[in-house]
């Protein structure tokens, strides 16, 4: 059984002047321990609106169906008192430019700090087992082994900064920087400590939204480095939503590939890009100017189809280079591809694509 | 680096911006400080040229640009466009000149204003600079700037307002109100880096499109070497305000001789998963622009520093030639230490080949 299930996820938004956007449409995946998993795709995809309905927290006027099951247990089925428990605790989510939303009047540790003592969370999980992250500024390590970081219990403020400090030092942030004020924080500091604070009730899935997009490259650099190696020494699992194709080529094992709120290509980002079976997945990389490559740099022309209207046929079709017959009529749905590694073979490395071809991943 | 016929000309230019002092600094008569935000920048742009600048925030590139543009005043250092020195022209000698040199920003969700038809966004910058004297020959210019910049036909998109345009649709705005003026120089300042991967190319082949007319050159400021090696013809690298690699934009990207446009390539994601770089991976972040380092300024964070890059602040030079001191005369005459085979991880070993890369320049004494 997979750590957590993703299956046939809806959201409809409901919209002011009457009517409904389907926004998310029966979005499934699986994730194990320690796996990285990219949600890649243009804006208004349902990237984002995914995993807000993951963790529970979409606006008033969504309407959800489907599961998503942790362990097991599906934490959608009773509503926002069966997400609470689980919420931060196994689901933790870094939001889409967290780190500019610290809170300027107040020093990063108190920050970091105040949930841990409204969680009652401050030991660190066993599987972490002392082991120690060589954070780049050398000496951080997760001073959980001996769980003495104080089980001060709910509500103790020295022993919740205490743990602050060494969420701190995880993410490469020496404690004592966490007196300091997030102005004082550069980029790359910021989204460390918002990543830290997402981290604070040892969650066992991580949900990241395009927590490198802002950053520079080498900053970049430094937080996927860090995100890959969270989840290698601690077992956390990752989503990575991104619209960055090749951040997600080499932090993720597998990846969706979504358009207009499904999932069009599914599998490892080794056949993803080898044996593209979507025209959109290779568009998408065409799109992608590749720093050795030589070939040229493509656009895709004409826009995502409005997501209030019911399509008929393929979502893709208007902006397709490889259309058949059948892509009007008949609207495709994901199918395991047979590719080079085994075609249709059951397991977590499934490659699945939503399109009426079988060649369309080639040049056209 | 100054020859005839560059459409821009810049040399040893040079911005700092003071740094508030308190009223206790004042009475204890600390003195002032300065960011020296671009140190000593040099390089030039040929009209049908894209000149890319790159470098990690914080690194002087849009200050650069800024100062092309007199936003902000030069503190020493010459600006010469098409030939004309405007490094200290008054403003009212400037506004002519200044309609020839045109910025297109970052992000078009926030550079286009939201009460403005596309009409009205691209009519102000003629009304500003008083071109077009009746309103149909105005409207005439307005369409065939946003026919240039691929909003075409302009008749679609005359009375929208920026919200009921998509990303790129908005940045083609935006760069349709820069080309109203017929400029001869365009600044682009991270072009793309707002808008979704899909739109980005298109915006990308615009800027190319338009330079390869050759009526203009384009600078353009962006953090992504990617896009930098596909559209540019040469990529200047920045670090703490100073280019301290130069050259043609394959030549850089196949060929790095500094160590830090080396880091910089080696953490460029790569799209094929199987292609695993050997990413070396700086700490830290651009130091603070405040106190820059003595000597080589990038020394601190170098991997193959020696202890003389501690006391010479190298130029840009041909590779091989050592740098040639921006500090001292001894600087010139250091050669190749030959002591770099170790500590480099690419695959130059050997002379370098100074004829072959006439136009190549890099700022290290070691590359």
Known sequence: ??????????????????????????????????????????????????????????????????????????????????????????????????????????????????????????????????????????????????????????????????????????????????????HEFSGGMRQRAAIAMALACEPKVLLADEPTTALDVMV???ITDLLVRLCEEFGLALVLVTHDLP????????????????????????????????????????????????????????????????????????????????CATERPLLRVVASANGAGEAGEAVHAAACHRDDAGGTP | MTSEGNLLDVADLRTRYPV??????????????????????????????????????????????????????????TITVDGQNITTLSQRRLRPLRRGIQMVYQDPYESLDPRFRVRQTVEE???????????????????????????????????????????????????????????????????????????????????????RDGRLGVLMITHDLSTAAHFADRIAVMYLGRIVEYGPARQVVSDPRHPYTKALLSVVPNRDPRVRNAAQILSGETPNPVAIPAGCRFRPRCPIAEDRCADIDPALGPPGSGGSGSGGTLASRVGRAGQYGQASQAGHAGVADVASYPDHEVACLLA
């Open chain 2, 125 to 211: 910058p003629l009304l500003v600079h008083g071109i077009g004297t009746s309103k149909s020959e105005r409207e005439e210019l307005i369409s065939s700037a946003l026919e240039r910049a691929g909003l075409a036909p302009a008749a679609l998109y005359l009375n929208r307002y920026a919200h009921e345009l998509s990303g790129g649709q908005r940045q083609r705005v935006a760069i349709a109100a820069a080309l109203a003026l017929d400029p001869v120089l365009l600044l682009a300042d991270e072009p793309v880096s707002m808008l979704d991967v899909s739109v980005r190319a298109g915006v990308l082949s615009l800027l190319d499109g338009l330079r």
């Open chain 1, 220 to 222: 970049q650099a430094q």
């Open chain 1, 247 to 326: 951040v997600v080529a080499q932090v993720c094992q597998r990846a969706a590939v979504m358009y207009a709120g499904e999932i069009v290509e599914t599998g490892t980002t080794d056949s993803l890009f080898h044996s593209t079976r979507h025209p959109y997945t290779r568009l998408l990389f065409a799109a992608t100017p590749d720093l050795y490559a030589d070939d040229d740099v493509m656009s895709i022309p004409g826009a995502p189809p409005r997501l209030d209207e019911p399509v008929t046929g393929c979502p893709f079709l208007p902006r397709c280079d490889s259309v058949v017959d059948r």
């Open chain 1, 1 to 182: 059984m997979s750590l957590l299930e993703v299956r046939d996820l809806n959201v409809w938004f409901s919209l002011p002047g009457g009517g409904e956007l389907h926004a998310v449409q029966g979005v499934s995946f699986d994730l194990g321990p320690g796996e990285r998993f990219g949600l890649v795709g243009e804006s208004g995809c349902g990237k984002t609106t995914s995993i807000l309905a993951m963790m529970g927290l979409l606006p008033p006027n969504a309407s959800v169906s489907g599961e998503v099951r942790l362990a097991g247990t599906d934490i959608l089925a009773g509503g926002e008192d069966s997400v609470r428990p689980h919420r931060w605790t196994d689901l933790a989510m870094v939001f889409q430019g967290a780190m500019n939303a610290l809170n300027p009047v107040r020093n990063v540790i108190g920050q970091i700090a105040e949930p841990i003592m409204l969680h009652g969370s401050v030991s660190m999980a066993a599987e972490g087992g002392g082991a120690s992250m060589a954070a780049e500024g050398g000496g951080a390590s997760m001073a959980a082994g001996g769980g003495g970081a104080g089980r001060g219990g709910r509500g103790s403020a020295a022993a919740a900064r205490k743990r602050a400090g060494e969420l701190l030092e995880l993410v490469g942030i020496p404690a004592a920087a966490g007196a300091r004020f997030p």
């Open chain 2, 20 to 77: 508030r002092r308190s009223i206790a600094d004042r009475l204890a008569r600390r003195p002032r400080q300065w960011v020296r935000a671009v140190d000593g920048v040099s390089f030039s742009l040929r009209r049908g040229e894209m000149v890319a600048l790159v470098g990690e925030s914080g690194c002087g590139k849009t200050s650069t640009a800024q100062t092309i543009l007199r936003m902000v005043e030069a503190t020493s250092g």
